[in-house]
C-alpha cells in the first residue's frame, strides 16, 4: 500500500475481490452496526478502490448477500470462507490492510474493531505482531 492511499482492487478477478470486499465489510461491521455514514464511507471505499467497476445495485447486492451470510453463519465461518478464496498471503495481508483502513477511517480504532483485526489476522494466518505493524504503519 502506498503513502498516498490504497491501491486499485479493480483487477482482482473473482471470487478474491468478493472476499476482500467481505473483509472490508467484516471491518465496517465489527461493532455490530453498519449506520448509514459508516455504509456511505464503505460504498465509497469500494467503488474508489475499485475505479467504479464494482458499484451501485452490484454493490448492493454484494453487500447484502454479505450480510446474510454473516448473519447466518457468524464473523469466524465468514473470515475461514474469505482464507479459502484468498489462496496467498500477499492478497491476505492486503485484504487486512484494506480492513484496518476501514476500521480506522473515523480517527479511532475501537475495542470491537481491534478484536475484528486480531481475529481477521488469526483466520488469515498473518501473525498478530504483523498485524500490529500493519495497524501501526496505515493510522499514522
Do not use: C, N, W
Amino acid at each position: 500500500m502506498s503513502p498516498h492511499g490504497p491501491p486499485s482492487i479493480r483487477d482482482v478477478q473473482e471470487p478474491k475481490l468478493s472476499a476482500i470486499i467481505e473483509v472490508m465489510f467484516l471491518a465496517a461491521y465489527a461493532d455490530g452496526d453498519f449506520g448509514e455514514e459508516e455504509r456511505v464511507h464503505f460504498f465509497r471505499s469500494i467503488e474508489s478502490l475499485t475505479d467504479r467497476h464494482v458499484s451501485g445495485d452490484t454493490l448492493e447486492q454484494l453487500v447484502e448477500r454479505i450480510s446474510k451470510a454473516v448473519e447466518a453463519e457468524g464473523r469466524a465461518a465468514r473470515l475461514a470462507s474469505v482464507k479459502e478464496r484468498l489462496t496467498d498471503p500477499g492478497s491476505r495481508k492486503a485484504a487486512l490492510g484494506l480492513a484496518i483502513q476501514i476500521t480506522a477511517a473515523d480517527g479511532i480504532i475501537r475495542t470491537s474493531e481491534r478484536e475484528l483485526i486480531l481475529e481477521a489476522a488469526e483466520a488469515l494466518d498473518i501473525d498478530r505482531d504483523e498485524a500490529a505493524d500493519l495497524v501501526t504503519s496505515l493510522t499514522r
